[in-house]
């Protein structure tokens, strides 16, 4: 794999450029509350006493946010008021409360108030926030489990005690990473969530929710719940992701290619050596758990010191157990899953570029459509125009042939004697001035017997598209000139969408990468520091088995220190091979 260097990360630009637009807070509506039920509590794995989580890493990350005094709840001021809130997931409990199976639910604690939510309902609040701000990295949440998972444990797959010990770990960083964002933290559906007085289908039934369009593309980026322009957006284009660009924008092109390096590291390398890594330390604590047992069955057959000796290097190698359990699961914690997590932030900045694509491909398409509609136009003028030269030609020779028609009707008898020969053309040239340009079909002829089906059908469609080619054109200018207007609007607001979404994506990459920056110091010292306590009870163990085993008599048979058996002696070790072959 390619190294990344600094130089090529595009995710690092300005630092002091920040998002200049910010989304004001919803509407306050108040929900109904949701009945408090009767719940079990479901047995999760222990884990480490008196150790905080280091995820998401508290403040390294967070932007400088600007005072802020106009608050829409008791959850947005408490978010804001200053301190390092902190969002928790106490519990886990077992309910069926409105639903005919039991599930679990996360009991959730911030500040003074209580919610409980399930799995799914945390998916509802991302997948809305997505498109709330379809501008913004939304934090992921923990996968939902595999086909296999179903398979393996049946019925009990969703009351596996580690996974949900996992879920809670990361539906809590889900949290704490929205309450920490500077935009999303001001998001009142955010805020209901977190008051266990508002029942969430409330929430979901009423606005904003309520008014996001079904596709987001048709919409504005920095506010899709906006209906004002629901008319203008319906012009837009809805491309595909597939969709190439004629002008694209190099910065983003570099920042899909390292999100594509940076997600192949991760979920490839990275991923397989942890899975392997945390295999292996298993391993190594379950052979030490079954060796303590051994030694400590081993020592009951043994008397005296001896015994004492062997008891005593049982206990050390189940303290190492002990510690070899405790530094998995906090490698697991502290590394797999904020791995894992960062492996899904890879994914996310995928799609968000995406959107960015596709705004791009829609700005790009509305303007193609523009050019191609005001070409329709230039060509229907210069039709028009050819169109009215030709009749101003042939008004020029009206009044002649007028005068010549007045001239041989003015004598009544030679007028009506004249042969068709001499007087035709100027009465039929008379004539086709009056009549109409185009008329219908002989009446008599579609009312004659014998003309069937096929001879109706053709009058129909005859009558259809016999249509005066001047009124044709002419209301072919009208409508096209109306799509140019709306064109024009749509192509207004693309360009506002484009822009937007650009710099304010950008500015979230940056913050990103500073939290990025900030959780991989944090894993990398908490990885160091879960060794560090390794080595450090181990050490502490096998000091006293050490000064055990140096109490055990020497061997009856060892011979006087002297010389290099002496040196050897010194160290209360006796030289085997001595005795072995019998050196002096």
Request: one cysteine or more.
């Amino acid at each position: 794999m390619e190294a990344f260097e600094d130089d090529e990360n595009p995710f690092e630009t300005e630092p002091e450029r920040l998002q200049s637009d910010s989304s004001s807070s919803r509407a306050n509506i108040s929900g109904l509350s949701s009945p408090v039920p009767q719940q079990t509590r479901v047995a999760s794995p222990p884990t480490s006493p008196g150790r905080r989580n280091t995820f998401p890493s508290p403040g390294s990350h967070r932007q400088p946010q600007a005072f802020k005094n106009d608050f829409c709840c008791l959850r947005d001021r408490w978010l804001h008021s200053g301190e390092d809130a902190e969002i928790l997931i106490t519990d886990a409990l077992k309910t069926s409360v409105n639903s005919t199976s039991p599930y679990i639910t996360y009991v959730i604690r911030a500040g003074t108030a209580e919610a409980h939510h399930r799995y799914s309902e945390f998916e509802s609040l991302r997948s809305n926030l997505v498109k709330l701000y379809p501008t913004l990295i939304i934090p992921p949440i923990p996968s939902k489990q595999t086909i296999g998972d179903y398979a393996i444990k049946q019925a009990k797959a969703k009351e596996d005690a580690a996974m949900i010990a996992r879920r809670k770990r990361m539906l809590q960083t889900f949290l704490n990473r929205i309450a920490r964002h500077p935009i999303l933290s001001n998001e009142h559906v955010f805020h209901r969530f977190l008051d266990g007085e508002v029942s969430w289908a409330e929430v979901l039934h009423s606005p904003p929710i309520s008014l996001l369009p079904k596709n987001i593309l048709k919409a504005p980026s920095h506010n899709p719940t906006d209906q004002s322009v629901i008319l203008a957006y319906a012009a837009l284009p809805n491309p595909s992701a597939a969709h190439p660009l004629r002008r694209p924008d190099q910065r983003f092109l570099d920042s899909e290619v390292f999100t594509n390096k940076f997600a192949a590291h991760l979920s490839g390398p990275m991923e397989k050596v942890t899975r392997r890594t945390m295999k292996r330390w298993s391993d190594l604590a379950q052979d030490h758990a079954e060796l303590g047992a051994t030694m400590n069955g081993f020592s009951l057959n043994e008397t005296g010191q001896l015994s004492t000796a062997v008891e005593k290097t049982g206990q050390a190698i189940d303290a190492t157990y002990m510690s070899t359990t405790k530094l998995l699961q906090e490698f697991e914690q502290n590394w797999a899953e904020p791995l894992h997590e960062y492996t899904q932030f890879a994914s996310i900045i995928k799609k968000l570029l995406q959107y960015r694509h596709q705004k791009h491909v829609q700005y790009e398409m509305t303007q193609e459509a523009l050019e191609a509609k005001r070409e329709q136009l230039e060509e229907l003028e210069k039709s028009e125009r050819e169109a009215r030269r030709l009749e101003e030609a042939l008004n020029q020779g009206r009044p002649s042939t007028l005068r010549t028609s007045t001239s041989l009707g003015s004598d009544g008898v030679e007028g009506e004697q004249q042969p068709e020969g001499e007087g035709g053309p100027s009465h039929r040239q008379e004539e086709s001035v009056y009549l109409p340009p185009h008329p219908g079909p002989n009446p008599v002829k579609r009312r004659a017997p014998g003309m069937g089906l096929l001879s109706a059908l053709s009058y129909t469609l005859h009558g259809m598209m016999d249509v005066d080619p001047e009124t044709a054109r002419r209301n072919s200018i009208t409508k096209t000139k109306e799509t140019i207007s709306q064109l024009e609007d749509a192509l207004h607001l693309a360009a506002q969408d484009l822009k937007y979404s650009s710099s304010t994506i950008q500015a979230d990459l940056d913050r990103f990468q500073r939290q990025k920056v900030a959780d991989l110091r944090e894993m990398a010292i908490s990885m160091a520091r879960s060794h560090r306590d390794w080595c450090k009870k181990n050490l502490e163990a096998w000091e006293e088995a050490k000064a055990e085993i140096a109490k055990i008599p020497d061997h009856p048979n060892r011979l006087p220190d002297d010389g290099a058996n002496g040196a050897a002696g010194a160290h209360g070790r006796r030289d085997s091979m001595a005795t072995v072959e019998g050196q002096p």
